[in-house]
């Protein structure tokens, strides 16, 4: 993971309906019910995580860092056994 840490007293979690202006996006393979997980960039190396399906409860924040290498280790299968009922490697 990253070594880059998140800002020390930053908060990690807001309601998102306070994030007024953000430009809230989600995967094109997203399911047209509604289950998806929304992405805004909302400051400057800063990205929100929201429920697609609760667009007015919590946005978790989260450095561009540390989403890029959740990013990179779901893409390898790092979390696959969550999915699987597997063990984890």
């Known amino acids: 993971m990253s070594s880059e840490p998140f800002p020390t007293g930053a908060p990690s979690a807001v309601p998102a309906p306070s994030l007024v202006g953000a430009a ?3 995967s094109s393979h997203s399911n047209p019910s509604g289950d998806c ?3 805004a960039p909302v400051a400057a190396g800063t990205v929100a995580v929201r429920n697609s399906r609760d667009p007015q409860g919590v946005a978790l924040l989260c450095s ?3 989403l890029g290498d959740f990013l990179r280790a779901a893409k390898e ?3 696959d056994d969550l999915i699987r009922g597997g063990s984890s490697r």
């Open 24 to 26: 809230w996006r989600k």
């Open 37 to 39: 997980v929304e992405f």
């Open 64 to 66: 561009t860092a540390v």
């Open 77 to 79: 299968g790092e979390f």
